[in-house]
């Protein structure tokens, strides 16, 4: 071997080596494939119990800088549109009226939020099962705007049959909350949903490689 055929043979082999220590640092990451699927039930079951269990606490939070007016972004409204895009009806209005209750356990159960949440998850389903919405960063902000003006709309009319207030001060209580409220929704929304909805489809194309691989 010349001097010319050592030093191209050198280089070819530098060129390799960052796609061999790649790979061989990669292998100490299990492929999801190559799990159980009981064992990926359990884990997609932990990343959805979490992610509720995080928007319950983000509800009780404020950050500086996540509010307007005293009023921060509805995390659970968030999770249930996030959740809904993706599956039927029954799934997404279950989902919503079980966030709903556990809304309802750490604030006030009367009025409740199991009303709104539980139509934000069947109208959210309805909307992908129709086409009517793109998958996309501007789509859910604006889904989730539309259903946060929806929930806190229902929460004021409860309040009103209740009788126990003066509608013209919950109506004026009310604007200030609902703009608040579904702009900072919106602006927060894709935070939730690009993560939840990457681990869902990645989850889902496991899923289907491991039936067609059996």
């Known amino acids: 071997m010349n001097i010319r055929e050592f030093w191209v043979y050198k280089r070819k082999q530098s060129s390799l080596s960052p796609y061999k220590s790649k790979s061989k640092k990669n292998s100490y990451i299990p ?10 039930q359990v884990l997609d079951w932990g990343v959805t119990f ?3 269990v995080l928007s319950l606490l983000m509800l009780l939070t404020r950050f500086p800088g996540m509010d307007l007016l005293e009023i921060g972004p509805n995390w659970l409204l968030i999770w249930v549109v996030a959740w809904s895009i993706k599956r039927s009806a029954v799934e997404s209005t279950l989902a919503g009226i079980v966030l709903g209750l556990l809304q309802d356990a750490i604030t006030f159960p009367n009025p409740t939020h199991t009303l709104g949440l539980g139509l934000v998850g069947i109208i959210t389903s309805l909307f992908q099962k129709r086409r009517f919405i ?13 259903m946060s003006v929806l929930t806190e709309t229902i929460f004021a009319f409860q309040f009103i049959f209740v009788g126990d207030r003066n509608p013209k001060e919950i109506w004026t209580h009310y604007q200030k909350i609902v703009l608040a409220s579904a ?3 919106s602006l927060w929304a894709p935070v939730v949903y690009y993560p939840l909805n990457c681990w869902w489809q990645k989850l889902k194309s496991v ?7 059996l």
């Not at 501007?138 to 889904?143: F, P, V």
Request: hydrophobic share 55%.
């Open 50 to 52: 979490s992610t509720v």
């Open 134 to 146: 793109q998958e996309d960063f501007i789509s859910i902000a604006l889904i989730v705007f539309g």
């Open 183 to 185: 702009i900072l929704s």
């Open 207 to 213: 899923q289907i490689a491991i039936s067609t691989k």
């Open 31 to 40: 492929n999801l494939i190559d799990w159980h699927p009981r064992v990926l």
